[in-house]
């Protein structure tokens, strides 16, 4: 058995704090910096484990249609006709 815990991880480039890996992508990276580099491999890395994972056990589609049709009666609609 395998667990893996929910980890939140920050980590950002000192000399470019603005890059973010997930939307910028490998092309924005500056002057070769090894430290934006390294958060565009840990992205890449961390979007393959989350693939494998879903690959390995997929979402039970019968539990996520319940969950929808459970949470349809919590707010009811504001633009209802009288």
Do not use: N
Not at 31 to 40: I, K, S
Not at 46 to 74: E, I, N, V, W, Y
């Amino acid at each position: 058995m395998l667990k893996i815990g929910i980890v939140k991880w920050r980590g950002k480039c000192s000399k470019h704090p603005g890059y973010d890996p997930y939307l910028d992508g490998p092309g924005a990276i500056r002057g070769g910096c090894t430290r934006c580099e390294a958060l565009t491999e840990i992205q890449a890395c961390h979007q393959r484990m989350l693939a494998l994972m879903r690959q390995f056990a997929p979402p039970d589609p019968k539990r996520s249609a319940a969950k929808k049709q459970g949470d349809a009666h919590l707010q009811e609609s504001l633009f209802e006709e009288l």
